[in-house]
């Protein structure tokens, strides 16, 4: 994706945003463009660097953006954002926690509860797993298992 802006003029301008499409059999370039009062991203910037250890398979971030978790084949570490200054682009954030969970597994999704006391972990496994983070250190709460086998309902009499 490339960004474009005019830059003759010194006030704001509406932002194009072009996206070139590989996947059709044209290959044209789309303009989406944005009034300057929307609030879409002007440019990225790096603002950390997280040393996560192995593939990440999943990110996750919480809604107060305290917490950063990340997650690789069946770890799970959780970084806390409030303990460094992200206004440099080599900054490492602090593990706040670490743990095993799905193991062997690659994890998919984590997510936060939005009062940031539990986290739902899931992934290439059967398993959903409930952590309770409110008591400090994560502890696996419950463990939900899921089938994947296709089981036939037999149809009711009544319907046709």
């Known amino acids: 994706m490339k960004m474009e802006e005019d830059e003759d003029v010194d006030e704001p301008t509406d932002l194009t945003v ?8 044209s290959n044209q370039a789309v303009d989406a463009i944005f009034p300057t009062d929307t609030k879409v991203p002007r440019e990225l910037k790096k603002k950390a660097v997280l040393t996560h250890g192995q593939s990440v398979s999943s990110i ?37 926690a670490e743990f095993e969970c799905i193991k062997g597994a690659y994890i998919r999704s984590c997510k936060l509860t939005t009062d940031e006391k539990l986290m739902v972990v899931c992934g290439e496994s059967k398993d959903i797993v409930i952590v309770d983070l409110a008591t400090g250190a994560p502890r696996v709460k419950a463990v939900l298992s899921v089938s994947s086998k296709n089981k036939k309902t037999k149809p009711n009499s009544n319907q046709k």
Request: aromatic fraction near 4%.
């Open 18 to 25: 072009r996206r070139t499409d590989s996947t059709g059999a």
């Open 60 to 96: 996750g971030y919480s809604s107060s953006g305290n917490i950063l978790t990340t997650g690789g084949k069946g770890i799970v570490k959780m970084w806390d954002t409030t303990q460094s200054s992200l206004d440099s682009s080599t900054a490492e954030l602090p593990i706040k």
